[in-house]
């Protein structure tokens, strides 16, 4: 009877029949297959019991329990109450139900029995729904304060339900509403600067919470501590990790580099990027590089901070660096490769977007940078005599060239376009001539090149010239449309971030021009949309829009969409406001009438955000009455000096101070009568 399965009571081994044990056998095997997470080997065990079998209702709880913790919360929910009522699994299950959300969770009977199953000490489980009844009223600080005095290991235990009972104490202030947030938070703050903390573990989780919570608002030099404590704290606690002390050190950096909130927001606003403390960013980031070098995220945010604060040559020798020990990282060499060509290192910045190309074929942002330096090169070349050096780049550059005519930074005729404007002006005028001839039947239009010679020559060359604008003005007079119209927009808005700061107003006058002889021809109502959605944001050029309108409206007064664009430039910059939400319901109903999609999305929009209510800042005469324990502070204001009839009559002396002597009234000079002059003294100034 050594090998078989069966049941020793009192001292007498009970050897159950051959198929009661052989399940038997089957049972225990899958509870012990749940308990090490197979969960697959346990359903297959189960096969051999039917529904028939003095086993069924323990072959139904395994398949729910192993449903529970696969993590089926519906299967298991239907296999534990499929359960006969009584039976002993029905009673096991019981608790899964209630860990579920199902059954009576105020049992008192069943917190405590799920806190023996998941290995909370005795007094917990005893306290536990003390603690959840002052939850549910809001009363966090002294559920705090219960679960504190009750267990002695408080806030880190060894056990995992302890460990997660501990984050639930700390995080679930981050879930909270304002109002209990600001008041559990003030408990745990008075924790740290009453220096009450128990033990280290539990100066770790507050500053830990007061960190992530009020970073942003206490000074720089107090968030840094506190956070540098915590992460000292944590490191006795766990022993030293440099990865982890090295990710805290970078969202330090993180944070203290954001942009500072203006002191005065409404006026005096400086064009300048204020940030929180870039000094201390720096030193973080720096720190935190040191103790990971392979921190690639770390590296890359100090080298944003760098630009931002216009470290030209820690940034270049931080990316030096960068490319020694991430050779392989893509976004590295892209990065160095373009701060290169910003500093006119042409072959080095090829070198590395080179190898980018290598690590990315996909990204357009390599090749495009590509195209930028070898242009960069043959300019070079090109202003010191070199031309056939500068014609070698061009052709390196026609490698990443593509037959899109709408890219305008890498298609075959804004290549043909550079090298005419560049042969013109340096080299050989009657090839430049011939080259701009070719790049006019490749590009969308004549204007199109036209213009993206001028911005090459302005922008890129910088030389000013209006050679190029002389012939657009003439053919803008005869053959000016719509549709070039904003395919030149579109190559203005390419160059515009190169304009070093001019802003091509030359370039934005013509284009101006060029609209308003559009006007004159036929166009479509989709010109107008897509014209409407490349002018958002730029007033001078939105302007060219209304003419358009004007005259869709002129052949069709009930258009919802011309109406509704028409509508928003009344307003300028500033939008619709609550007094024009009767035209645009009108707008709605006849594009719902016409079956416009697109003035109906956008009427829809323009209304639910009218009928938003605004968020009002909160005033004295509108809050909600407080208690007396919030006004109480632990100070003694009944003798305050600053509320007395003598502190009122200085405060008054001083407004007059201020405002300086009264003025006096002017007086009202009498007008002198206008003499009159005799008709003989007229005739003397008709001489």
């Known amino acids: 009877m050594g090998g078989s399965s069966g049941i020793e009571l009192s001292g007498f081994r009970f050897q159950p029949p051959p198929p009661v044990g052989l399940e038997l056998d089957v049972i225990l ?43 089926d919360a519906a299967k298991a929910t239907r296999c534990f109450q499929k359960l006969s009522t009584g039976s002993v699994p029905a009673r096991a299950g019981k608790v899964y139900l209630w860990m579920l959300g199902i059954g009576d969770k105020a049992a008192p009977s069943m917190l405590k029995f799920v806190a023996r199953m998941t290995g909370l000490p005795e007094p917990i489980g ?12 809001n009363q966090y600080d002294k559920a705090y304060l219960m679960i504190r005095s009750q267990w002695r ?51 770790e989780q507050v500053l830990r919470t007061l960190c992530l919570l009020e970073g942003d608002m206490i000074p720089a030099e107090m968030f840094v501590e506190e956070w540098e404590q915590y992460l000292h704290l944590l490191e006795q606690r766990l022993g030293p990790n440099p990865i982890r002390d090295s990710l805290g050190l970078a969202w330090l950096g993180e944070k203290l580099s954001k942009q500072r909130p203006p002191d005065f927001p409404f006026f005096f606003r400086s064009r300048k990027t204020s940030l929180r403390d ?22 890359l945010k100090l080298c944003d901070l760098h630009e931002k604060l216009k470290n030209k040559s820690a940034r270049n020798r931080l990316l030096d660096s960068m490319t020694q020990r991430f050779p392989d990282r893509k976004e590295v060499l892209l990065m160095a490769g373009v701060q290169c060509l910003d500093r006119k290192a042409v072959r080095k910045g090829l070198t590395y977007l080179s190898a980018a190309l290598e690590q990315d074929r996909l990204d357009p942002e390599i090749p495009r940078n590509l195209v930028r330096g070898c242009l960069l090169g043959a300019l070079k070349d090109f202003k010191r005599g070199k031309t056939d050096a500068g014609r070698d780049w061009i052709r390196q550059a026609e490698s990443h060239s593509v037959k899109r005519p709408l890219d ?3 298609s075959r005729w804004c290549l043909l376009v550079y090298q005419s404007v560049m042969e013109t002006t340096y080299g050989d005028l009657s090839k430049g001539g011939e080259l701009l001839d070719e790049a006019g039947k490749q590009a969308p239009s004549v204007e199109a090149c036209l213009f993206y010679a001028h911005l090459v020559l302005e922008v890129f060359l910088g030389v000013w010239s209006d050679r190029y604008f002389m012939e657009l003005k003439l053919i803008a007079k005869k053959e000016a449309s719509l549709d070039r119209g904003i ?28 609209f308003k002889n559009a006007v004159k021809q036929p166009f479509t109502r989709s010109d107008v949309v897509e014209l409407e959605k490349e002018t958002q944001g730029d007033y001078r050029l939105a302007k060219a829009l209304d003419p358009f309108a004007r005259k869709i409206l002129k052949q069709d007064r009930g258009d919802p969409l011309m109406r509704l664009i028409q509508l928003q430039r009344q ?13 645009i319901e009108n707008i709605q109903k006849e594009a719902r009438k016409r079956n416009d999609s697109e003035a109906l999305q956008r009427s829809s929009q323009l209304l639910e955000q009218l009928n938003r209510p605004s968020p009002i800042e909160p005033d004295m005469d509108f809050m909600p009455p407080m208690d007396d324990e919030d006004y109480d502070d632990g100070e003694d204001w009944s003798n305050d000096p600053l509320d007395s009839p003598e502190a009122d009559k200085a405060y008054k002396e001083l407004m007059d101070l201020l405002d300086g002597p009264p003025k006096k ?20 100034f008709n001489l």
């Open 29 to 71: 095997k899958s509870l012990k297959d749940v308990s090490e997470n197979r969960f697959e080997e346990a359903g297959n065990r189960l096969r051999t019991i039917s529904s028939q079998s003095p086993f069924s209702q323990w072959r139904l709880f395994i398949k729910g329990l192993s449903a529970f913790h696969g993590g």
């Open 278 to 299: 870039p000094v201390a960013a720096v030193h973080a980031f720096e720190k935190s590089i040191q103790k990971d070098p392979n921190n690639l995220d770390a590296c």
């Open 665 to 684: 009234k002017p007086v009202k000079k009498k007008k002198k009568p206008i003499p009159q002059w005799d008709p003989a003294q007229l005739d003397l």
């Open 153 to 203: 290991e408080f806030p880190i235990g060894n056990c995992g339900m302890q460990v997660v009972l501990s984050d639930f104490i700390y995080r679930s202030v981050f879930s909270m509403s304002s109002n209990d947030s600001n008041k559990y938070l003030s408990f745990i703050e008075s924790l740290d600067v009453s220096r009450r903390t128990r033990n280290p573990c539990e100066l």
């Open 571 to 583: 307003h300028r910059g500033s939008g619709p406001d609550t007094s024009d939400i009767r035209k």
């Open 487 to 514: 395919i030149l927009l579109q190559i203005l808005r390419r160059w515009e971030p190169f304009s070093r700061g001019t802003i091509c107003y030359d370039a934005r006058a013509e284009l101006e021009g060029y």
């Open 126 to 137: 005893k306290t536990l729904m003390q603690i959840e009844n002052l939850w549910k009223r």
């Open 408 to 410: 305008y930074h890498r």
